[in-house]
């Protein structure tokens, strides 16, 4: 079974930072694509940042020149080191990844969620 562990939410002040982190584990071939997405409470989830396996990344306006996505793909990880954060940026974060598993014998094209950290940035 593949599944991805998040770490690292928590309560800072506004200004403040703090850095996520996503494992992945299992029997997993390959990842293409990470990232993460945050949803705050009413409103839809929404892209914040995605890094590919060969290090391309993409960023949401709202959090360009704030945020830094990172891999590491020897440990089949994602890191978002988020700096100046806003109380606008409260929200759950979730990781997410696309990659290759052996499910059942076979090897299967996956996208797969995290169980999500939550961030609250205080005024």
């Known amino acids: 079974q593949v599944k991805l562990v998040e770490s690292g939410g928590g309560l800072v002040q506004a200004g403040g930072s703090l850095r996520l982190s996503c494992a992945a584990s299992?029997?997993?071939?390959?990842?293409?694509?990470m990232g993460w997405y945050r949803q705050a409470p009413g409103k839809q989830r929404e892209l914040v940042a995605t890094?590919?396996?060969?290090?391309?990344?993409n960023y949401a306006d709202s959090v360009k020149g704030r945020f830094t996505i990172s891999r590491d793909n020897a440990k089949n990880a994602v890191y978002l080191q988020m700096n100046s954060l806003e109380p606008e940026d409260t929200a759950a974060y979730y990781c997410?990844?696309?990659?290759?598993?052996?499910?059942?014998?076979?090897?299967?094209?996956?996208?797969?969620w995290g169980q999500g950290t939550l961030v609250t940035v205080s005024s």
């Open positions: 299992g029997n997993i071939f390959s990842i293409n694509d």
């Open positions: 890094a590919t396996s060969s290090g391309s990344t």
């Open positions: 997410n990844a696309h990659l290759v598993a052996l499910v059942a014998s076979s090897y299967r094209y996956l996208e797969v």
